[in-house]
């Protein structure tokens, strides 16, 4: 009698070890994160005294209206806009 197993290559096998690949590079990001700060991400840090801290947070959730200056530059290189 023959006995049905996973091969090695087998389609299954790949997505497991991929999967698990991609929890151990969460895991380790993560670990980064925690250890570097958000400068770990690659992205630059602004740091914000904390006087300013709740003008940028009111800033960011109540944006304020466009200048003419910004509106005439979209209009001039929405060309180049990708959306």
Do not use: C, R
Not at 38 to 44: D, K, L, Y
Not at 65 to 72: H, M, N, R, W
Request: aromatic share 8%; no cysteine.
């Amino acid at each position: 009698m023959l006995s049905l197993v996973k091969a090695p290559g087998s389609t299954e096998t790949k997505v497991n070890w991929y999967a698990n690949l991609f929890l151990l590079e969460e895991f380790i990001a993560e670990v980064d994160a925690i250890i570097n700060g958000p400068a770990a991400f690659g992205n630059p840090i602004l740091q914000v005294p904390e006087s300013d801290w709740e003008m940028v947070i009111d800033t960011m959730l109540k944006p304020p209206e466009p200048s003419e200056g910004l509106i005439a530059l979209v209009k001039e290189y929405k060309h180049l806009i990708l959306i």
